[in-house]
């Protein structure tokens, strides 16, 4: 099991000069975490701008440096050779690239100007799923539900399983202390800290809404997090409805995108940890 990714993100330094912030450094590191959380293998891609222009090298579009001939038979030789080593090996999980780059722009990259659309690497794989690195980092989720009974505590775990099994690093609170037969004061502040803590470490929160009403431990945990700039996404999967316009709460649903089957739940958190300016633009 492999990704394919856009070379700086293993390597910052083959990117042109002063373009790299220190949320560019967070990213990387988060998509390489991701990989090392579910040992999946990373294989750098080569970098056609490095091989061209060198380093160091200042900022430059499409236009301006790129479209030549002698950069385009350079495509050509290093898309030969990734395509021969996924011949070899099969095809990646994903492409994880870096969007504007010329090369490995993902959702938008910069010709003479930023426009839409994969960098001129990547879109000579078009068969393969791209993502940009900023989306694959983000990859930690907070599980908030109820959890009193085995009933609930098992379906959290199906939950936790379910988006495990898309490579998200899962947060259940069930499992990190929380003991019924345990309440003392130190206990419980000790227990509020760790899961304050871990709701400000997550990339997304997803929240469990079934019931007559919302779990009220939930629906503080969902409210911390929008507070917090959090995306969350909220679980209907009862069918009951307290209103015509409503399933459950309309301040916990207005906060967060809804979905009401379990198997919907990877893409809509996929979704929630898509750049803002994709998800504006997506249908």
Known sequence: MYILC????????????????????????????????????????????????????????????????????????????????????????????????????????????????????????????????????????????????????????????LLEASYYDVYLPQEAGEDGAVRDPAWGRALFDRHTAALRRADVVVGVIDGADADSGTAWEMGYAYALGKPVVALRTDFRRVGSHELVNLMLEHSASVVTAVGDLPDAVGRACMPVYVRENSS
């Open 6 to 161: 856009s070379p700086c993100i293993c390597d910052p330094s083959l990117r042109a000069e002063g373009i790299t912030r220190p949320a560019d450094l967070t990213a990387f590191e988060g998509a390489l975490e991701r990989c090392r959380r579910f040992s999946i293998e990373v294989v750098p891609l080569p970098c056609p701008e490095t091989a061209y222009l060198g380093r160091p090298r200042p900022p430059a579009t499409f236009a301006e440096r790129l479209d030549t001939p002698a950069f385009s038979v350079l495509l050509d030789r290093m898309e030969a050779e990734v395509r021969s080593l996924i011949a070899e090996r099969g095809p990646p999980l994903c492409i994880v690239g870096v969007d504007s780059s010329p090369t490995c722009g993902v959702n938008r990259t910069w010709r003479d100007d930023r426009v839409p659309g994969r960098g001129a690497f990547l879109a000579r794989f078009p068969e393969i799923e791209a993502v940009d690195v900023y989306e694959f980092a983000r990859h930690r989720v907070y599980c908030a539900a109820p959890l009193f009974t085995a009933a609930e505590q098992g379906f959290n775990r199906e939950v936790r399983d």
